[in-house]
């Protein structure tokens, strides 16, 4: 019953453009909330993105018991995905091509389930996409490092991010450069704590590759989003 609870209320129209929920949606797992619409500059109201879904980012302890770590939820610019991929992702692989391409607007949002030491945090995501991105460009692992070591300075060894902490990761160009940009926030409540922006498109793809690939979120949390997607651009 829980999964089905996660994800209701949703409604697709491709008349007006897509629609998704305009419900704020509870991560079953965590208890965190996400809500419909995520506004990412305050200065812009039009700046925004919507809820595509959410999972649990989980390990076992020593007792083999499973322990929450965050909830991850995915938004996206809904009309430029529409544009972008309308009737060009007919199954669940090509929808999740997509959503690790470049040029529409995403954002992936974390919300701490617990206290977090971000060393830990920056090396799950480094240990899963060092490799690969080394393969893909060598050059370009000297952007992780830099990301990873920002993460652990906001939080890593004695200083922890405290739960309900939340870190958004947005993907999109940089109207300015017309380069791919990564900006990582680290977010209390409505504050902005933290900003860092990179301009990478290969630690862009790395980092929503960590959640979106292989993925660490459950097998019907993934299942979830890519349905979604491909009902978003039939």
Excluded at 83 to 100: D, G, H, I, M, Q
Excluded at 126 to 152: C, P, T, V, Y
Excluded at 166 to 171: D, G, L, P
Aim: net charge positive.
């Amino acid at each position: 019953g829980g999964q089905r609870g996660r994800f209701s209320g949703m409604a697709f129209a491709s008349n007006d453009g897509p629609r998704l929920t305009n419900r704020t949606v509870m991560e079953s797992e965590t208890g965190a909330k996400f809500p419909p619409v995520l506004v990412l500059d305050p200065t812009d109201e039009t700046d925004t993105v919507r809820f595509l879904g959410a999972g649990c980012v989980s390990h076992r302890n020593w007792r083999f018991k499973k322990v929450n770590d965050y909830a991850v939820g995915l938004y996206l610019d809904a009309d430029q995905a529409y544009k972008t991929y309308k009737k060009k992702v007919p199954t669940p692989e090509a929808a999740r091509e997509a959503l690790l391409r470049p040029g529409v607007k995403k954002t992936i949002r974390v919300v701490l389930a617990r206290e977090t030491d971000t060393f830990r945090f920056a090396k799950r995501i480094n240990d899963k996409i060092e490799s690969s991105m080394a393969q893909e460009h060598f050059g370009d692992l000297m952007w992780l490092e830099l990301w990873r070591d920002w993460m652990i300075e906001q939080g890593g060894y004695h200083t922890k991010l405290p739960k309900g902490v939340e870190i958004r990761m947005t993907w999109e160009m940089d109207e300015e450069t017309n380069k791919d940009m990564i900006t990582t926030e680290i977010r209390r409540r409505d504050r902005v704590l933290a900003t860092k922006r990179i301009h990478s498109k290969t630690l862009a793809k790395g980092l929503f590759a960590s959640y979106l690939g292989e993925s660490p979120l459950s097998e019907s949390a993934s299942n979830d989003i890519a349905e979604r997607m491909m009902n978003l651009c039939r």
